[in-house]
């Protein structure tokens, strides 16, 4: 089945440094890739989506490219700010055949900037 | 603005009680989920709805129910058969279509606790 697996956090960082949040997934056939985000006591945020190979989906200065030969998709940003603390979450859904299309998410990371 | 809504905030139940979960949305999307949340976890799905009166049960669907009478409600009740209800819960919603490429939408989420 299909599965998704993020690097175990918590990531601690200062202000401005180079963040990677790494992604893997396991799938058939060809999902579309998506990054949430969830601040303290709310839902979840779409932050980006990669749809087919070699996408690059990006938002807010955060990045990430669907690398299928690599079953990755590794989100990064530059230059990290204190308001980007928050719970990250990678996720992929398949196309929906018989049901309603589901999502399988990652575990989170929690990441946080110090200033 | 259009967008998903989820009452109350916090919950508080005693054990043995029924409870439930209120989701609305007026985005006209057709499929709406219902996850559980626990810390330091990724979503699971409790249950999904592609349309009105038709509903599958998602990972975890044991000790849950939900009812899809109207296109934009999709109510959750929790019941005393739901051996650990304390967790944060998450409606979402999706736009038609049976590709992988749309995501969902989020609600703000409901704390429950069981006292």
């Known amino acids: 089945g299909n599965s998704v697996t993020q690097m175990e956090g918590p990531v601690t960082l200062s202000e401005e440094a180079f963040l990677t949040i790494n992604c893997t997934y396991t799938?058939?056939?060809?999902?579309?890739l998506f990054w949430y985000v969830q601040y303290p006591g709310e839902g979840l945020q779409l932050l980006l989506k990669?749809?087919?190979?070699?996408d690059k989906g990006s938002n807010k200065g955060f990045e990430a490219t669907y690398r299928k030969e690599t079953t990755s998709f590794h989100l990064e940003k530059g230059s990290v700010q204190v308001s980007d603390s928050a719970v990250y979450f990678c996720?992929?859904?398949?196309?929906?055949?018989?049901?309603?299309?589901?999502?399988?998410f990652g575990q989170g990371t929690r990441l946080t900037i110090n200033p | 603005d259009g967008g998903i809504t989820q009452s109350p905030k916090y919950l508080f139940r005693k054990e043995g009680q029924n409870v439930t979960l209120s989701c609305e949305q007026n985005?006209?999307?057709?499929?709406m989920y219902w996850y559980r949340q626990d810390p330091g976890q990724g979503l699971r799905l409790i249950y999904y709805?592609?349309?009105?009166?038709?509903?599958q049960k998602g990972d975890i669907a044991e000790g849950y129910s939900v009812s899809r009478e109207k296109k934009e409600s999709f109510p959750l009740t929790v019941t005393s058969a739901q051996k650990n209800p304390t967790a944060f819960y998450l409606c979402?919603?999706?736009?038609?279509?049976?590709?992988?490429?749309?995501?969902?939408?989020f609600g703000p989420g409901t704390r429950l606790t069981v006292l």
């Open positions: 979402a919603s999706r736009p038609p279509g049976t590709g992988s490429y749309n995501e969902q939408f």
């Open positions: 799938a058939t056939g060809y999902p579309s």
């Open positions: 990669a749809t087919k190979a070699d």
């Open positions: 996720a992929l859904s398949g196309r929906a055949i018989q049901g309603a299309q589901k999502l399988v």
């Open positions: 985005l006209n999307h057709d499929a």
């Open positions: 709805s592609q349309i009105v009166n038709d509903f």
